[in-house]
T-cell receptor, first 118, second 113 residues
Framework: AQTVTQSQPEMSVQEAETVTLSCTYD???????LFWYKQPPSRQMILVIR??????QNATENRFSVNFQKAAKSFSLKISDSQLGDAAMYFC???????????????FGSGTQLTVLP | DGGITQSPKYLFRKEGQNVTLSCEQN?????MYWYRQDPGQGLRLIYY???????QKGDIAEGYSVSREKKESFPLTVTSAQKNPTAFYLC????????????FGNGTRLTVT
């Protein structure tokens, strides 16, 4: 079974600065998908960014980018020019590309609570 | 607007009572999921359904039951057999394609006393 580890329960960043959230995962598969979700105080889960394992290029969505290191099984999220609205719990998630059984579910890390300081 | 509706937002029940959480979607997604979220933990899968009239247990299915009689609906029943039911419950859907992300509802906070 796949596991996802977020080793930083809490992080803080000054407004307008850059912060990197760490995520590592364990899998024996070669093809899979990785996601970062954001959960603000409203508790709505919002997709931030996704990365397909077979793509070497790191995904980018505006101020959010990832550093995907497949060999190291690492998938960190970088937030540039941090804004107060970025304050949230961030979850890293893994999804297998296998279509059968429970493989299509997302396996989540335990989350990193990000505080943005004004 | 397309989306996922979970109701109610807050639910209170006495211990020993069964309670059903609603999840309705109009995204025309095939797959639906129920996750449980506890403080300090990530989301854990309770049940999932990839097609109508079929569903599978997730990692923590004990004490829960589901049905999938319609594509749009995937209700979750928390039974009295669930030992610690107080939690935040999230319903999610996906197209089922292997690169499709999950879309989430706004969640239901269940408190059992």
């Amino acid at each position: 079974a796949q596991t996802v580890t977020q080793s930083q329960p809490e992080m803080s960043v000054q407004e307008a600065e850059t912060v990197t959230l760490s995520c590592t995962y364990d899998t024996s598969e070669s093809d899979y998908y990785l996601f970062w979700y954001k959960q603000p105080p409203s508790r709505q889960m919002i997709l931030v960014i996704r990365q397909e394992a077979y793509k070497q290029q790191n995904a980018t969505e505006n101020r959010f980018s990832v550093n995907f290191q497949k060999a190291a099984k690492s998938f960190s999220l970088k937030i540039s020019d941090s804004q107060l609205g970025d304050a949230a719990m961030y979850f890293c998630a893994y999804r297998s590309s296998i279509s059968s059984g429970s493989a299509r579910q997302l396996t989540f890390g335990s989350g990193t609570q990000l505080t943005v300081l004004p | 607007d397309g989306g996922i509706t979970q109701s109610p937002k807050y639910l209170f029940r006495k211990e020993g009572q069964n309670v059903t959480l609603s999840c309705e979607q109009n995204l025309n997604h095939d797959a639906m999921y129920w996750y449980r979220q506890d403080p300090g933990q990530g989301l854990r899968l309770i049940y999932y359904s990839q097609i109508v009239n079929d569903f599978q247990k997730g990692d923590i299915a004990e004490g829960y039951s589901v049905s999938r009689e319609k594509k749009e609906s995937f209700p979750l029943t928390v039974t009295s057999a669930q030992k610690n039911p107080t939690a935040f419950y999230l319903c999610a859907t996906t197209l089922g394609l292997y690169n499709s992300p999950l879309h989430f509802g706004n969640g239901t906070r269940l408190t059992v006393t």
